[in-house]
């Protein structure tokens, strides 16, 4: 479903991705690894449109996406989290929810303002939806509260829940572990799961926590300073010699 | 510490003299054809001195004085008031907003036609802030030149009147168009710019569009600017005392009543009521619609914003337009209100007065916005017997102001949607 071959990104004198391929098929968990500043984080702003990559291609469903700006790719159904949580703060939590669907939304002015009931019924469902999302991800009850006052790991499951409801094809993970204890890191464990059996999204990870990633990817990619090191099976990842001596051999 | 503020303080005294001697000190004096420099009197070199010495001494103990100033804010019986719960601040602002209606709608039936008139520029202060309160309170975009919009507004009902003799009426919806036009060709290729580089882009806008009004001299007239725009007419009738358009009728014969010059005056001013209104109603029902949350999304995290699918261009383009659609809705009042426009309307001290009234009343808040309007145009009407200390007044009110209430009178508290039966 998505392709990317020999992505590089540089940033004057630095390439900070080099030749980076890798591909993502239906209902698969792919994980991308690497030591710190290894040019993860950097892929997926290439993957996403917040950089325009400086060589490569990346194909959605055939089609060349590098390049064309992030609210486009983004309405394609490839929508990603962040390393560092953001989210509309002074909103409330289920606000969140509703400013992600307004591409569903119909934006005409004037319906709006004379509130239709073809608009009534759009916003109700959206409302709808945004329920919905909250008790999947545990939040419900917090839905009048503002955003910025939840606890960091209800922030976490907000961030991917506003990501769920723009009904995305691919969902990009920026290390969704970080910063959550071992009960949360099971929670997020089974979500991603679920997102992948019961709604058929893909997920693209990025990850540090290794029990995480070996638990649920279906395949890893590793890099190192911005160069593919290996891909393949966790159990072929856990096994490869080099991968051992770049990254796991030093954690 | 102490030697620090003293070399500071000596430095600041220093530059006081420096800067208040040529100024002050020396005047140039015209001798039949030549001019020759003389020394001031001794009272202006005394009072350079003291100057001096006054700045000296209080840059020496700046930091004890800035403390007494918390002390101010003590003073300030609201500062640490519990806010009020969401419900019951929207119904007391819902409260207000209706009695300020009720008010405003006896108002010209009571007080002299000076005050209507006043109260017409108020409600055209208001149009004008609550469209910029769309631009730079909810969406977050500072823009200095808003004052352009007005001008394009106003021009445009004075030129279509004065060429092809369009009415009031007409000339409302195509001035806000035009208006809103404009925001629209401008923003396209500046909203890419962000804080500061849009403020200066839109302040050179500003000018541009002032100055190209001053030299355009074939079609506006230049600083001499247009006059004789026509006041507005209620269904065909018309409010002077003789008629001027064809087929019209005059307002006071139709009714059998005296002819009054105070007629026209209260008309106009019901006109700007029922558009500020209009404004106010339609701004308010475009926050709580999907537009007017992606402005306060993209204000608050512009890059989550974009990773959702809302395109930073089109959610700023669309509070710009808005904003200079009701920008020209106030400019075509305003030319009416007048009858006679010319460039001087529209200096870079209207689009700061504007921006004043927004900060003060509260970024986003439409009730404070409206107050401060009030307030900022009555004030110094009232503080006219003060004649040139009266913008010194005003100066100092938006100081304390800020010291004391630096969210405005009434800051942004939106109502959310709220996720029912949670």
């Avoid at chain 1, 325009?52 to 055939?62: A, E, N």
């Avoid at chain 1, 962040?82 to 939590?93: A, D, E, G, K």
């Avoid at chain 2, 003060?360 to 309007?373: K, T």
């Amino acid at each position: 479903m998505l392709e990317v071959q020999n992505l590089s990104m540089r940033f004057g004198g630095l390439l900070a991705v080099d030749q980076v391929s890798l591909d993502v098929q239906e209902r698969e968990v792919v994980s991308i690894i690497g030591p710190n500043g290894a040019g993860k984080t950097t892929v997926f702003n290439c993957l996403s449109g917040f950089y325009r990559p400086t060589g490569g291609r990346i194909l959605l469903d055939g089609r060349e996406i590098q390049g064309k700006p992030d609210y486009r790719i983004s309405r394609l159904g490839l929508v990603r989290t962040f390393q560092h949580v953001r989210l509309f703060n002074r909103m409330t939590v289920v606000e969140n929810l509703m400013v992600a669907q307004h591409r569903h939304l119909n934006t005409n002015l004037l319906s709006g303002l004379i509130a239709t009931p073809g608009y009534r019924s759009r916003e109700q469902k959206a409302l709808d939806r945004a329920a919905y999302w909250l008790e999947r991800v545990g939040l419900l009850e917090l839905a009048n509260r503002d955003a910025g006052n939840l606890a960091y790991g209800q922030q976490r499951r907000l961030e991917i829940a506003r990501c769920m409801v723009t009904e995305p094809r691919i969902l990009m993970l920026d290390e969704p572990a970080a910063g959550l204890n071992p009960a949360e890191t099971r929670e997020l464990n089974q979500l991603i799961v679920s997102l992948k059996e019961d709604y058929n999204v893909s997920v693209v990870l990025i990850e540090h926590d290794m029990s995480l990633v070996m638990g649920i990817s279906d395949r890893i990619n590793v890099i190192s300073q911005g160069r593919p090191l290996a891909s393949g099976t966790p159990e072929e990842i856990r096994s490869n010699d080099e991968v051992i001596k770049a990254y796991l051999g030093e954690a | 510490m102490m030697a620090q503020s003293f070399r500071h303080a000596l430095f600041c005294g220093v530059i006081t003299l420096i800067i208040a001697w040529p100024i002050l000190g020396l005047k140039l004096v015209a001798e039949g054809t030549s001019i020759t420099v003389r020394g001031a009197d001794a009272f202006t070199w005394a009072a350079v001195a003291v100057a001096a010495v006054v700045v000296f001494t209080f840059q020496l103990f700046r930091d004890r004085l800035m403390g007494r100033l918390e002390v101010l804010q003590a003073l300030n019986p609201l500062a640490n008031r519990e806010p009020l719960p969401d419900a019951k601040r929207i119904r007391l602002e819902n409260i207000g907003m209706v009695l300020l209606i009720a008010v405003a709608l006896v108002w010209p039936f009571l007080v002299s036609r000076g005050s209507v008139d006043l109260a017409t520029l108020v409600l055209i202060y208001i149009m004008l802030a609550l469209g910029l309160n769309v631009v730079v309170g909810l969406a977050g975009l500072l823009d200095l030149g808003y004052v352009a919009f007005y001008a394009v507004g106003a021009y445009t009902f004075a030129l279509l009147s004065s060429y092809w003799g369009v009415s009031f009426w007409m000339a409302l919806p195509i001035g806000a168009l035009l208006a809103a036009l404009f925001g629209l060709v401008l923003g396209f290729p500046v909203l890419r710019l962000r804080g500061d580089y849009l403020a200066i882009v839109t302040l050179g806008f500003g000018e541009i569009i002032r100055i190209l009004l001053n030299n355009w001299t074939s079609l506006t007239g230049g600083p001499n600017g247009i006059g004789g725009i026509p006041d507005p007419t209620l269904f065909g009738m018309e409010f002077g005392r003789r008629v001027r358009g064809e087929g019209n009728v005059s307002f006071h014969e139709t009714f059998g009543i005296p002819y009054s010059s105070e007629h026209k005056v209260i008309f106009l001013y019901l006109i700007a009521l029922v558009l500020a209104v209009f404004t106010a109603l339609v701004i308010r029902r475009l926050m709580r619609m999907p537009v007017g949350r992606s402005w306060e999304a993209l204000r608050e995290d512009e890059i989550a914003a974009r990773s959702l699918g809302l395109s930073r261009t089109g959610v700023k383009l669309s509070a710009f337009t808005i904003g200079a659609f009701f920008a020209g809705f106030a400019g075509t009042v305003f030319a009416s209100k007048q009858g006679f426009i010319s460039p001087e309307s529209f200096v870079f001290l209207e689009s700061a007065i504007i921006l004043a009234i927004v900060v003060l009343g509260g970024m986003g808040s439409q009730l404070g916005v409206i107050l401060a309007a009030i307030a900022v145009t009555i004030l110094p009407e009232l503080a006219r017997e003060f004649a040139e200390y009266r913008m010194l007044i005003f100066g100092a009110a938006m100081v304390l102001m800020m010291v004391w209430r630096p969210q405005g009178l009434l800051p942004m508290r939106r109502r959310h949607i709220k996720l029912k039966g949670v």
